[in-house]
């Protein structure tokens, strides 16, 4: 048990479908990301945030939206994805931006 | 770090044999280095980690690891292992610069055979 979980597990849609990801965390950790993680890809660092204030935006596509409501919970809006969108999304948490993180189980999303 | 190379995509080994996953970066700032491993339908969770002082670190599990500066490697190693062994390693660099970014490695899939 890593203190991070994430909902839902598995999450299948079309490509007009809106639907988000969450990610909690009661580990008192300050910062929160956002990864995905495709087949044969390295693990690719989507959004960072720090204090509940977003520092980093890797030049992720509009039609993913995070969202840091308090420094415990991050989503992750979806909206018109396409099919290459299709990968497995951890969500992770750090008590400080240089320390080591820790990592939910990940959202299985599958765009059809 | 402007990229993490991890050299093999895949490992075969049998069971009770010594292993060496190996870890490459460029950068020209200081970092931190981190092995993680994924076990199936898990999320990642830490190995071990570099931060400073002895360059061999070592970790969970019976792993450990060598911070080379001068080859800017960072290998993991065990010198016999497991079946439960079997997984995939990530290798991550942490730029001690404003950024704070942590970059990954494609992954290593360590398949330890009986």
């Known amino acids: 048990e890593t203190g991070v979980t994430q909902t839902p597990r598995h999450l299948v849609m079309g490509m007009t479908n809106k639907k988000s990801l969450k990610c909690e965390q009661h580990?008192?950790?300050?910062?929160m990301y956002w990864y995905k993680q495709s087949a044969k890809k390295p693990l690719e660092l989507m959004f960072v945030?720090?204090?509940?204030?977003?520092?980093e935006n890797n030049s992720v596509p509009s039609r993913f939206s995070p969202e840091c409501p308090n420094s415990s919970h991050l989503f992750l809006h979806l909206h018109t994805l396409q099919p290459e969108d299709s990968a497995l999304y951890l969500c992770?948490?750090?008590?400080?931006?240089?320390?080591?993180?820790?990592f939910g189980p990940g959202t299985r999303l599958t765009v059809l | 770090a402007q990229s993490v190379t991890q050299l093999d995509s895949q490992v075969p080994v049998f069971e009770e044999a010594p292993v060496e996953l190996r870890c490459n970066y460029s950068?020209?700032?200081?970092?931190?280095l981190f092995w993680y491993v994924q076990y199936p339908n898990q999320g990642l969770q830490l190995l071990l980690k570099?931060?400073?002082?002895?360059?061999l670190v070592k970790g969970i599990n019976g792993f450990e690891a060598e911070f080379n500066k001068s080859q800017t490697s960072f290998h993991l190693r065990k010198p016999s292992v497991h079946i439960s062994d079997t997984a995939e390693y990530f290798c991550?660099?942490?730029?001690?610069?404003?950024?704070?970014?942590?970059?990954f490695g494609a992954g290593t899939r360590l398949f330890v055979k009986a």
């Open positions: 992770a948490s750090s008590r400080l931006i240089t320390d080591t993180q820790y």
């Open positions: 580990l008192g950790h300050n910062a």
């Open positions: 945030y720090n204090f509940k204030e977003q520092t």
């Open positions: 950068s020209s700032v200081s970092v931190y």
């Open positions: 570099y931060l400073s002082g002895s360059t």
């Open positions: 991550a660099v942490l730029e001690v610069t404003g950024g704070f970014k942590t970059i």
